[in-house]
């Protein structure tokens, strides 16, 4: 399976309304479950803190790429948020974070999570991808640059 075909419409978000980390995590584990990625947004949750508190999944550039890993992610999915104020995050750059990628993987799901973190992270590694979006100004823009 390949990034774009990772990317709902119903999943991404443009100008997200957030005033921290767990704010973020709590509207985009609410669409999780509405679009029936996750069976429970208490455990979803508490799977990616879990993974918050061993690294800091800011990795620069405004971006950061949090996941949650655990048995009630019914199918991997991924959410992308770019929030209307960026959020202090710890990223490893020291800066605020404007996009947030989070993924939910199934317990199960150990290659589909490496591949599709390293398709993002390779992605994002491009700094015309990055340009990109920066200069998006839609949910639309953001779905674009990502089935390039």
Same mark, same amino acid.
């Given at each position: 399976?390949?990034?774009?075909?990772?990317?709902?419409?119903?999943?991404?978000?443009?100008?997200?309304?957030?005033?921290?980390?767990?704010?973020?995590?709590?509207?985009?584990?609410?669409?999780?479950?509405?679009?029936?990625?996750?069976?429970?947004?208490?455990?979803?949750?508490?799977?990616?803190?879990?993974?918050?508190?061993?690294?800091?999944?800011?990795?620069?550039?405004?971006?950061?790429? +949090?996941?949650?890993?655990?048995?009630?992610?019914?199918?991997?999915?991924?959410?992308?948020?770019?929030? =209307?104020?960026?959020?202090?995050?710890?990223?490893?750059?020291?800066? +605020?974070?404007?996009?947030?990628?989070?993924?939910?993987? +199934? =317990?199960?799901?150990?290659?589909?999570?490496?591949?599709?973190?390293? =398709?993002?992270?390779?992605?994002?590694?491009?700094?015309?991808?990055? =340009?990109?979006?920066?200069?998006?100004?839609?949910?639309?823009?953001?779905?674009?640059?990502?089935?390039?």
């Amino acid at each position: 399976m390949t990034l774009s075909e990772f990317i709902q419409p119903s999943l991404v978000f443009s100008n997200l309304k957030a005033k921290d980390k767990d704010d973020v995590f709590n509207q985009l584990a609410d669409a999780f479950l509405k679009e029936k990625v996750i069976k429970d947004k208490d455990d979803f949750i508490s799977a990616v803190h879990y993974r918050e508190s061993i690294d800091t999944t800011g990795v620069g550039n405004g971006i950061a790429i +949090p996941h949650g890993k655990s048995s009630t992610v019914q199918r991997s999915a991924i959410a992308i948020a770019s929030l =209307e104020n960026e959020i202090d995050w710890n990223s490893l750059d020291g800066k +605020p974070v404007k996009y947030v990628f989070l993924l939910a993987i +199934p =317990e199960s799901g150990d290659q589909e999570h490496l591949k599709v973190l390293s =398709e993002i992270a390779s992605k994002l590694m491009d700094e015309d991808v990055i =340009e990109a979006l920066h200069n998006s100004k839609n949910k639309n823009d953001i779905i674009e640059i990502f089935n390039k």
